[in-house]
């Protein structure tokens, strides 16, 4: 991913800037952009057609009005809504929820609150779909050696395992070696996908009657609740729809709509209706429609190729996990975690070590639990299905406010969109009991983890601000009865820039003593992507011996202060970090019956604040130079 993010982050080529990367882009987008949504074949179709004939609802009509579904589906919620849509919605060139969060809340005042919860709720249900991604995707790839012998069955989990183990090893070297591989491979996949559908179109040419968008309505109208139960198992089809909006900033908006347009989508079609038409005429191949598109000699190759493109829709729902927690993590919304940089050269190329290791526990055990694709198929769609109808509740807004479009034309283009996902996932919640307990489980330990520490954050930060002073006022102080100067230089790191730090009234407190030049470093996180080299520093003097500095990142970045140092050179201040101490708070955070939160809720807050990494770690503050200043706060 981030090796093409180098060419041209959040490019629009529709200007005719840097053409020549264009196609470049384009591949690199099919190779991360379409793997998840590439590998649906595997089990989309399959999965509507055997639950509808499982309800007495099979037959060549359910195969048509099935294919219908699935075909709209993708003109409507994807081509429409994703790639003609939302990917205008950017924010300076990026995508995801929390850029449409960030785009409704910086217009909707009023309506922040439910934004920004609408976001988290959003980005909760995105970690339900990477725990499953990888298990069901794998499982159906590897299920592809039955047809070769069924004694292969019983090795199908232990290859699977076998294979996300390696998945998740690797993550800690980086993608970028990798990656440069998946754009030709996932090309190579949607070609043998396009292919097997088109030699089969020939067995039933009335496959075709599925363009028309009433059978799809009959089908649903005339078998009521097993329709319903199958439009579940026919959004299968649009899993992974959501990371066209997501990669907008790493390949731009015209190599993903072109990708999608070009390639994509004709494969995807032919050959879903390349299954369609093998169905009609051998109704036994729905055991595994795909596979059976091919001949024999063909089988044990697909499945390695099914396989690597698995993988490569498992390694992008990874990265976009730990891209996901860096922007929660920049944006206040969970606590600090380790993050590596595995590149020197690209900022998006990024390993957090704690992420990592929870998704492959959760991955193997939701593998081994469920042994199936099949039993994985009903978890798999509700956590999407969410994710899409928050994002067009949250675009509504964003085309009403941001784009200035009076709210009739707003809703007129918004509310029947939302209408069909709150269809699908209506359907979607039918499978509860069957598996989709899994990402609402999932969803939910995280919503309450995010709103546990932004309650907690705001309660400590006010219990904070009674310790603190105006910084004003302490200058004065200091002029009034001037404390024992000491050589060097103190940075002293605070959220608030106007405050005096806390561990600076400690350090006088106790030591009774200042530096001979005293820096008040705050680190903010804006509501854009990205800041420019030019607006991230502010430096002002503020009296005697005392300068403010303001650090200004966007939520795709991470802070560094060896860098805020260089950056500071730049504004004529320079520091000698040889000659520096860096003065930090460590807080020892204690319940009180004070609390405005309920007992379990200040002990789960208090726990997330002891999972935190360590200040000095993220923020990449030379150790040895490192003061730390314990206070005890009541939260």
Same mark, same amino acid.
């Given at each position: 991913m981030a090796q093409f993010a180098a060419a041209a982050p959040g490019a629009d080529f529709g200007q005719g800037t840097q053409h020549k990367h264009f196609w470049a882009l384009t591949l690199g987008s099919i190779g991360v952009v379409y793997g998840d949504i590439g590998t649906s074949p595997l089990y989309a179709l399959k999965e509507a057609v055997k639950a509808a004939t499982s309800n007495g609802a099979g037959g060549p009509e359910a195969v048509l009005g099935i294919l219908s579904l699935i075909s709209?589906? #993708?003109?409507?919620?994807?081509? #429409?809504?994703?790639v003609l849509i #939302?990917? %205008?919605?950017? %924010?300076k060139?990026?995508?995801?929820?929390? @850029? #449409? /969060?960030a785009l409704g809340q910086s217009v909707a005042k009023r309506s922040a609150p439910l934004i920004l919860a609408l976001g988290v709720a959003g980005a909760s249900f995105f970690y339900g779909d990477a725990v499953i991604t990888p298990a069901i995707t794998v499982l159906s790839a590897v299920e592809g050696l039955n047809l070769i012998t069924p004694q292969m069955q019983h090795v199908v989990l232990p290859i699977t395992l076998a294979i996300l183990a390696v998945l998740f090893s690797v993550q800690s070297h980086g993608t970028a070696k990798v990656a440069q591989f998946f754009g030709p491979i996932m090309l190579i996949w949607f070609l043998l996908l396009a292919v097997g559908g088109l030699i089969h179109l020939i067995d039933a040419p009335r496959v075709f009657m599925a363009l028309n968008p009433l059978l799809a309505i009959r089908f649903i109208l005339s078998h009521g609740m097993i329709g319903l139960i199958v439009m579940g198992l026919v959004f299968l089809s649009a899993t992974g729809a959501e990371a066209l909006y997501a990669d907008l900033g790493h390949f731009g908006r015209k190599p993903i709509q072109a990708a999608w347009l070009g390639v994509v989508l004709p494969s995807l079609l032919l050959n879903y209706f390349g299954q369609g038409a093998l169905v009609l005429s051998h109704p036994e191949a729905i055991e595994n429609p795909l596979y059976r598109l091919y001949p024999g000699w063909a089988l044990i190759p697909m499945v390695v190729m099914a396989t690597m493109a698995t993988v490569i829709a498992s390694q992008a729902v990874i990265t976009g996990a730990f891209s996901f927690t860096r922007q929660a993590i920049q944006l206040g919304l969970i606590p600090r975690l380790q993050i590596r940089h595995t590149s020197e050269s690209v900022a998006g190329q990024i390993f957090l070590p704690r992420v990592n290791q929870i998704l492959f526990v959760g991955v193997l055990l939701v593998t081994i639990a469920f042994r199936d694709s099949s039993n994985l198929a009903a978890a798999y769609g509700l956590s999407v299905t969410a994710t899409m109808v928050i994002d067009s509740l949250m675009a509504f807004f964003v085309v009403w406010r941001n784009w200035g479009w009076?709210?009739?034309? @707003?809703?007129?283009? /918004?509310?029947?969109?939302?209408?069909?996902e709150q269809t699908f996932l209506a359907a979607n919640l039918f499978k509860i009991p069957e598996g989709g307990w899994l990402p609402l489980s999932i969803a939910a330990m995280i919503g309450l983890s995010v709103f546990t520490w932004v309650r907690g954050a705001k309660s400590l930060a006010r219990a904070t601000r009674k310790d603190e002073a105006e910084l004003d006022w302490l200058l004065r102080k200091l002029d009034a009865k001037p404390p024992h100067r000491v050589p060097g230089t103190a940075v002293f790191l605070t959220a608030d820039p106007y405050s005096a730090p806390t561990s600076l009234l400690h350090n006088l407190k106790h030591n009774r003593v200042l530096h001979e030049r005293n820096i008040i470093l705050t680190i903010k996180t804006e509501d854009v992507p990205r800041v420019q080299r030019h607006e991230r520093i502010e430096v002002n003097k503020v009296a005697g011996s005392f300068i403010r500095v303001i650090a200004h990142y966007g939520y795709m970045e991470t802070p560094s202060v060896p860098k805020i140092i260089e950056h500071c050179r730049r504004k004529d201040l320079n520091i000698d970090v040889g000659a520096t101490s860096f003065f930090l708070s460590r807080r020892s955070l204690k319940t009180t019956l004070k609390s405005d939160m309920p007992r379990w809720q200040e002990r789960l807050f208090i726990w997330l604040a002891g999972r935190a990494e360590d200040a000095t770690e993220y923020f990449r503050i030379p150790s040895d130079r490192v003061v730390e200043v314990g206070t005890q706060v009541m939260v």
């Amino acid at each position: 991913m981030a090796q093409f993010a180098a060419a041209a982050p959040g490019a629009d080529f529709g200007q005719g800037t840097q053409h020549k990367h264009f196609w470049a882009l384009t591949l690199g987008s099919i190779g991360v952009v379409y793997g998840d949504i590439g590998t649906s074949p595997l089990y989309a179709l399959k999965e509507a057609v055997k639950a509808a004939t499982s309800n007495g609802a099979g037959g060549p009509e359910a195969v048509l009005g099935i294919l219908s579904l699935i075909s709209w589906t #993708l003109f409507l919620i994807v081509t #429409l809504k994703y790639v003609l849509i #939302l990917l %205008n919605a950017d %924010n300076k060139g990026e995508g995801g929820t929390f @850029a #449409l /969060m960030a785009l409704g809340q910086s217009v909707a005042k009023r309506s922040a609150p439910l934004i920004l919860a609408l976001g988290v709720a959003g980005a909760s249900f995105f970690y339900g779909d990477a725990v499953i991604t990888p298990a069901i995707t794998v499982l159906s790839a590897v299920e592809g050696l039955n047809l070769i012998t069924p004694q292969m069955q019983h090795v199908v989990l232990p290859i699977t395992l076998a294979i996300l183990a390696v998945l998740f090893s690797v993550q800690s070297h980086g993608t970028a070696k990798v990656a440069q591989f998946f754009g030709p491979i996932m090309l190579i996949w949607f070609l043998l996908l396009a292919v097997g559908g088109l030699i089969h179109l020939i067995d039933a040419p009335r496959v075709f009657m599925a363009l028309n968008p009433l059978l799809a309505i009959r089908f649903i109208l005339s078998h009521g609740m097993i329709g319903l139960i199958v439009m579940g198992l026919v959004f299968l089809s649009a899993t992974g729809a959501e990371a066209l909006y997501a990669d907008l900033g790493h390949f731009g908006r015209k190599p993903i709509q072109a990708a999608w347009l070009g390639v994509v989508l004709p494969s995807l079609l032919l050959n879903y209706f390349g299954q369609g038409a093998l169905v009609l005429s051998h109704p036994e191949a729905i055991e595994n429609p795909l596979y059976r598109l091919y001949p024999g000699w063909a089988l044990i190759p697909m499945v390695v190729m099914a396989t690597m493109a698995t993988v490569i829709a498992s390694q992008a729902v990874i990265t976009g996990a730990f891209s996901f927690t860096r922007q929660a993590i920049q944006l206040g919304l969970i606590p600090r975690l380790q993050i590596r940089h595995t590149s020197e050269s690209v900022a998006g190329q990024i390993f957090l070590p704690r992420v990592n290791q929870i998704l492959f526990v959760g991955v193997l055990l939701v593998t081994i639990a469920f042994r199936d694709s099949s039993n994985l198929a009903a978890a798999y769609g509700l956590s999407v299905t969410a994710t899409m109808v928050i994002d067009s509740l949250m675009a509504f807004f964003v085309v009403w406010r941001n784009w200035g479009w009076p709210v009739w034309k @707003a809703a007129g283009m /918004m509310v029947p969109l939302f209408l069909l996902e709150q269809t699908f996932l209506a359907a979607n919640l039918f499978k509860i009991p069957e598996g989709g307990w899994l990402p609402l489980s999932i969803a939910a330990m995280i919503g309450l983890s995010v709103f546990t520490w932004v309650r907690g954050a705001k309660s400590l930060a006010r219990a904070t601000r009674k310790d603190e002073a105006e910084l004003d006022w302490l200058l004065r102080k200091l002029d009034a009865k001037p404390p024992h100067r000491v050589p060097g230089t103190a940075v002293f790191l605070t959220a608030d820039p106007y405050s005096a730090p806390t561990s600076l009234l400690h350090n006088l407190k106790h030591n009774r003593v200042l530096h001979e030049r005293n820096i008040i470093l705050t680190i903010k996180t804006e509501d854009v992507p990205r800041v420019q080299r030019h607006e991230r520093i502010e430096v002002n003097k503020v009296a005697g011996s005392f300068i403010r500095v303001i650090a200004h990142y966007g939520y795709m970045e991470t802070p560094s202060v060896p860098k805020i140092i260089e950056h500071c050179r730049r504004k004529d201040l320079n520091i000698d970090v040889g000659a520096t101490s860096f003065f930090l708070s460590r807080r020892s955070l204690k319940t009180t019956l004070k609390s405005d939160m309920p007992r379990w809720q200040e002990r789960l807050f208090i726990w997330l604040a002891g999972r935190a990494e360590d200040a000095t770690e993220y923020f990449r503050i030379p150790s040895d130079r490192v003061v730390e200043v314990g206070t005890q706060v009541m939260v």
